[in-house]
């Protein structure tokens, strides 16, 4: 079955919940738990390459890494796909490589270029109208399977408030977009009002503040959660440890490093390689 098929049977089913990776060990560990998607984040891409999330990433890097997770996990990938990195024709390329790479979802977001991280603030929208249109590219763009789903995304909230924001999704959902999402929810209370304008449509929800799944639930359903707790953890943990490291002269882990180890060896699946190896070697 074809990964955006897979997603949408998923969501058929429930919510799916899909955590923050932008590596191969991140979606490897994302599968060996048992979630059933991951979501590749752009703010994640850039920062392993040493940028922050200002609209410096390429369409080229992005699809590079689309590729690792792909190679990586069976999990359908829902993908970040900035404003599709240009013009309408841009958007339209954007849609086939993320299509070949092996991406099950993307979504285009209607922020000015050079675009900023939702988390970062200073944000501007394009036009109502080109930003529709640009949906529309991206909906006529894809395979005439139409298995990739395409995701509109807003960034209107917190620039125009929710008045402009609907008028917006009406028009991506009329272009032929499969869901939507809408940027800038940080509260419990503005989940609620999502739910509340916006759940005719198929809505996909960023948990940034990491309340829990229960609590989302008690609103409503949504389709697709995306969640950013791993990546958060990991980068706070990281820095307290280097600290300690640098400060103190010891590190703050207390693992069995061995152990660890072995454990993440298993998880990247080295136990099949020293079996293929033995088997070509007795051949």
Same mark, same amino acid.
């Given at each position: 079955?074809?990964?955006?098929? #897979?997603l949408?049977?998923?969501?058929?089913?429930?919510?799916?919940?899909?955590p923050?990776?932008?590596?191969?060990?991140?979606?490897?560990?994302?599968?060996?738990?048992?979630?059933?998607?991951?979501?590749?984040t752009?703010?994640?891409?850039?920062i392993?390459?040493?940028f922050?999330? $200002?609209?410096l990433?390429?369409l080229?890097?992005?699809?590079?890494?689309i590729?690792?997770?792909a190679?990586?996990?069976?999990?359908?990938?829902?993908?970040?796909?900035?404003?599709?990195y240009?013009?309408?024709?841009?958007?339209i390329?954007? $849609?086939?490589?993320?299509?070949?790479?092996?991406?099950?979802a993307?979504?285009?977001?209607d922020? /000015?270029w050079?675009?900023?991280?939702?988390?970062?603030?200073?944000?501007?929208v394009i036009?109502?109208?080109?930003?529709?249109?640009?949906? #529309?590219?991206?909906v006529?763009?894809?395979?005439?399977?139409?298995?990739l789903?395409?995701?509109?995304?807003?960034?209107?909230?917190?620039?125009?408030?929710w008045?402009?924001?609907?008028?917006?999704?009406?028009?991506?959902?009329?272009?032929?977009?499969?869901?939507?999402? /809408?940027?800038?929810i940080?509260?419990?209370?503005?989940?609620?009002?999502?739910?509340?304008?916006?759940?005719?449509?198929?809505?996909?929800?960023?948990?940034?503040?990491?309340?829990?799944?229960?609590?989302?639930?008690?609103?409503g359903?949504?389709?697709?959660?995306?969640?950013?707790?791993? $990546?958060?953890?990991c980068?706070?943990?990281?820095?307290?440890?280097?600290?300690?490291?640098?400060?103190?002269?010891?590190?703050?882990? #207390?693992?069995?490093? &061995?152990?660890?180890l #072995?454990? /993440?060896?298993?998880?990247?699946?080295?136990?099949?390689?020293?079996? &293929?190896?033995?088997?070509f070697?007795? &051949?």
């Amino acid at each position: 079955m074809a990964t955006g098929a #897979k997603l949408r049977e998923l969501m058929a089913k429930g919510t799916v919940v899909a955590p923050f990776v932008y590596d191969g060990f991140m979606a490897k560990m994302a599968a060996t738990v048992g979630f059933d998607a991951v979501y590749h984040t752009g703010f994640g891409n850039s920062i392993s390459r040493g940028f922050p999330d $200002v609209g410096l990433i390429t369409l080229s890097e992005m699809t590079d890494k689309i590729r690792i997770l792909a190679a990586s996990t069976d999990l359908p990938i829902i993908s970040d796909a900035d404003t599709g990195y240009g013009s309408y024709t841009n958007v339209i390329r954007t $849609v086939k490589e993320y299509e070949r790479a092996g991406a099950a979802a993307l979504h285009i977001e209607d922020q /000015v270029w050079p675009k900023s991280c939702g988390f970062l603030g200073n944000k501007q929208v394009i036009d109502k109208k080109e930003a529709v249109s640009k949906i #529309k590219a991206a909906v006529d763009a894809r395979t005439s399977e139409k298995d990739l789903i395409i995701i509109a995304r807003t960034d209107a909230l917190t620039v125009n408030g929710w008045e402009d924001v609907e008028e917006r999704v009406n028009g991506f959902m009329e272009a032929g977009a499969d869901m939507v999402f /809408v940027d800038g929810i940080r509260t419990l209370e503005k989940m609620a009002e999502y739910h509340k304008r916006l759940s005719r449509f198929p809505l996909v929800l960023n948990d940034a503040p990491f309340l829990p799944l229960k609590e989302i639930e008690a609103i409503g359903s949504f389709s697709l959660i995306i969640h950013p707790g791993m $990546v958060n953890h990991c980068w706070n943990e990281m820095e307290k440890d280097l600290r300690a490291l640098k400060d103190e002269g010891i590190s703050l882990c #207390k693992e069995d490093y &061995l152990r660890l180890l #072995k454990h /993440v060896a298993n998880i990247m699946g080295a136990e099949e390689y020293f079996k &293929l190896d033995e088997h070509f070697k007795n &051949l």
